[in-house]
């Protein structure tokens, strides 16, 4: 039997793993919540009316914690590695916690954005800790699942944050209808810290801090399997040599490690390439702008709106769950080409339609154009969702891991800038245009991804080296080979434990 998960298999795991998984679920299911809010707070009168919110103002308060993430980036990858990558997010909840009664206690238009840009700093310690942590620590054959399950469940946050505000809607016009899902992004985090005192650290992190009898015990708990079983002996020499391997020929700066290298330089290009994908292809439009949209297309009254952004946010998470499972079966570049071509085929139809029936009462199109909306959200989410967090780990090597992944956030961020600050004035000045404009980009991500994305699927992090460098560096045998093989003599002593 294959040593990576069947769609069957993939559901089947141990408590540790369930409890691995869930702590970045929660993780993600914050960063979740507190980037998809602004599109339910934008519909609400008390919130706009409260502030005298112009477009100008609308986008700032959006792209805030963007912009808070994009400053401490550079030092997420350092805390990570000296620290740990549970004590990175344990500080990104932290500071979400912060963050959230500081911008839900606002009582002027600077408080809420520093409130917003301080979950923006707690969002980037997230995203760095905990993408790398689910990597690590998840058995090969979880691993893809794991991973894309972390940006998958930002539907949860969505339909959460959608759903409160729904709910807190009706408070309406008390700043408590605002003030109360606001405030409730701490919940999350206080979560995600209870689950994480249960839980072991990476054990590639404790391998790199010379640590390898507590790593071999972590690969032990994961796999479900004795410590000297030949899965967890060949996981745990590969994962020692190639850190030793990396010690011996990196540099000591983290980020001249990413560029040292023609390999490396293509690791990180790949990696810091699904930033634009995922941020730039279109979802962000409907994330943050659902409204302006809906009121395109002839839908205007806000608790219909927010009905509809309810909707939107299950049918993501149905989606997405079901592409984080079809990942390993169906590869990361055929998910990403069947994604990035949905996404251009629906926005143009998007377009089309919000031209013909945007100003009408025809009921029939006002339906039809929602249903685009619905249809480029699927396409989205089956593949780009869950490939944002599981492409750049993949491709990254471990002492460039946390580095890349911190670098890639940074251009998350700098890309939802542009898509935050640009698409309210795009869709101000250009309407339906908008939608041709961005699907046509769209085609060239679909060219980029089909020419240089390497494929990824049923190999350990160990042995994705190959692909890059050429060589694998250890010399124990690939998991695919044991395929049949009932029993293999790998003793701790030979793997000098």
Same mark, same amino acid.
């Given at each position: 039997?294959?040593?990576?998960?069947?769609?069957?298999?993939?559901?089947?795991?141990?408590?540790?793993?369930?409890?691995?998984?869930?702590?970045?679920?929660?993780?993600?299911?914050?960063?979740?919540?507190?980037?998809?809010?602004?599109?339910?707070?934008?519909?609400?009168?008390?919130?706009?009316?409260?502030?005298?919110?112009?477009?100008?103002?609308?986008?700032?308060?959006?792209?805030?914690?963007?912009?808070?993430?994009?400053?401490?980036?550079?030092?997420?990858?350092?805390?990570?590695?000296?620290?740990?990558?549970?004590?990175?997010?344990?500080?990104?909840?932290?500071?979400?916690?912060?963050?959230?009664?500081?911008?839900?206690?606002?009582?002027?238009?600077?408080?809420?954005?520093?409130?917003?840009?301080?979950?923006?700093?707690?969002?980037?310690?997230?995203?760095?800790?905990?993408?790398?942590?689910?990597?690590?620590?998840?058995?090969?054959?979880?691993?893809?699942?794991?991973?894309?399950?972390?940006?998958?469940?930002?539907?949860?946050?969505?339909?959460?944050?959608?759903?409160?505000?729904?709910?807190?809607?009706?408070?309406?016009?008390?700043?408590?209808?605002?003030?109360?899902?606001?405030?409730?992004?701490?919940?999350?985090?206080?979560?995600?810290?209870?689950?994480?005192?249960?839980?072991?650290?990476?054990?590639?992190?404790?391998?790199?801090?010379?640590?390898?009898?507590?790593?071999?015990?972590?690969?032990?708990?994961?796999?479900?399997?004795?410590?000297?079983?030949?899965?967890?002996?060949?996981?745990?020499?590969?994962?020692?040599?190639?850190?030793?391997?990396?010690?011996?020929?990196?540099?000591?700066?983290?980020?001249?490690?990413?560029?040292?290298?023609?390999?490396?330089?293509?690791?990180?290009?790949?990696?810091?390439?699904?930033?634009?994908?995922?941020?730039?292809?279109?979802?962000?439009?409907?994330?943050?702008?659902?409204?302006?949209?809906?009121?395109?297309?002839?839908?205007?009254?806000?608790?219909?709106?927010?009905?509809?952004?309810?909707?939107?946010? &299950?049918?993501?998470? /149905?989606? *997405?769950?079901?592409?984080?499972?079809?990942? $390993?079966?169906? =590869?990361? #570049?055929?998910?990403?080409?069947?994604?990035?071509?949905?996404?251009?085929?629906?926005?143009?139809?998007?377009?089309?339609?919000?031209?013909?029936?945007?100003?009408?009462?025809?009921?029939?199109?006002?339906?039809?154009?929602?249903?685009?909306?619905?249809?480029?959200?699927?396409?989205?989410?089956?593949?780009?969702?869950?490939?944002?967090?599981?492409?750049?780990?993949?491709?990254?090597?471990?002492?460039?891991?946390?580095?890349?992944?911190?670098?890639?956030?940074?251009?998350?961020? &700098?890309?939802?800038? /542009?898509? *935050?600050?640009?698409?309210?004035?795009?869709? $101000?000045?250009? =309407?339906? #245009?908008?939608?041709?404009?961005?699907?046509?980009?769209?085609?060239?991500?679909?060219?980029?991804?089909?020419?240089?994305?390497?494929?990824?699927?049923?190999?350990?992090?160990?042995?994705?080296?190959?692909?890059?460098?050429?060589?694998?560096?250890?010399?124990?045998?690939?998991?695919?080979?044991?395929?049949?093989?009932?029993?293999?003599?790998?003793?701790?002593?030979?793997?000098?434990?």
């Amino acid at each position: 039997m294959s040593r990576f998960a069947s769609v069957k298999d993939t559901f089947r795991m141990s408590l540790t793993n369930a409890m691995v998984i869930s702590v970045c679920v929660t993780d993600a299911v914050c960063i979740a919540y507190n980037g998809s809010l602004m599109g339910s707070l934008n519909v609400m009168p008390s919130y706009t009316d409260y502030f005298d919110l112009t477009t100008a103002t609308t986008a700032v308060n959006t792209c805030s914690t963007m912009i808070g993430g994009t400053l401490v980036g550079p030092y997420t990858s350092y805390f990570s590695d000296k620290y740990g990558r549970k004590a990175c997010i344990y500080l990104s909840c932290v500071i979400n916690i912060i963050g959230a009664v500081l911008s839900g206690a606002a009582q002027n238009i600077g408080m809420f954005i520093a409130g917003r840009m301080i979950i923006g700093i707690g969002v980037a310690f997230a995203q760095t800790g905990a993408a790398t942590y689910v990597a690590e620590t998840t058995p090969p054959r979880l691993r893809s699942f794991a991973l894309g399950l972390y940006y998958s469940c930002w539907a949860i946050g969505s339909l959460l944050a959608a759903s409160i505000a729904y709910g807190t809607a009706a408070l309406e016009p008390s700043t408590w209808a605002w003030r109360i899902p606001t405030v409730l992004q701490s919940a999350l985090p206080i979560m995600a810290m209870g689950i994480l005192l249960v839980l072991p650290e990476s054990p590639r992190w404790l391998a790199a801090q010379d640590r390898p009898e507590e790593a071999l015990r972590v690969l032990s708990k994961v796999n479900e399997a004795p410590e000297d079983d030949a899965v967890v002996q060949i996981q745990y020499r590969e994962i020692v040599d190639t850190i030793a391997f990396e010690k011996t020929e990196g540099r000591k700066y983290a980020l001249a490690e990413c560029v040292r290298t023609p390999p490396n330089r293509l690791r990180f290009i790949l990696a810091l390439s699904v930033a634009p994908l995922t941020m730039l292809s279109g979802s962000n439009i409907i994330t943050y702008y659902f409204g302006s949209m809906l009121n395109a297309a002839g839908v205007t009254a806000p608790r219909t709106q927010l009905q509809i952004n309810c909707i939107l946010s &299950l049918w993501q998470l /149905v989606i *997405a769950i079901t592409g984080s499972a079809l990942a $390993e079966k169906a =590869g990361r #570049k055929v998910l990403a080409l069947v994604s990035l071509s949905g996404c251009c085929i629906f926005f143009f139809m998007l377009s089309g339609l919000t031209k013909a029936y945007g100003t009408s009462t025809n009921t029939s199109g006002i339906y039809g154009t929602v249903a685009c909306m619905f249809l480029f959200l699927g396409a989205y989410s089956i593949g780009m969702t869950p490939l944002t967090a599981i492409y750049p780990s993949e491709v990254l090597s471990y002492r460039m891991r946390a580095t890349g992944l911190a670098w890639y956030g940074i251009a998350s961020n &700098l890309a939802g800038v /542009v898509a *935050a600050m640009a698409f309210p004035y795009m869709m $101000e000045a250009l =309407g339906w #245009k908008t939608y041709i404009a961005n699907a046509g980009w769209n085609i060239l991500f679909v060219a980029f991804v089909y020419f240089y994305w390497v494929e990824t699927k049923g190999k350990t992090l160990e042995e994705i080296d190959i692909l890059f460098d050429g060589e694998k560096h250890s010399d124990v045998p690939n998991l695919g080979e044991l395929d049949g093989v009932k029993e293999i003599t790998v003793h701790t002593k030979d793997l000098d434990v």
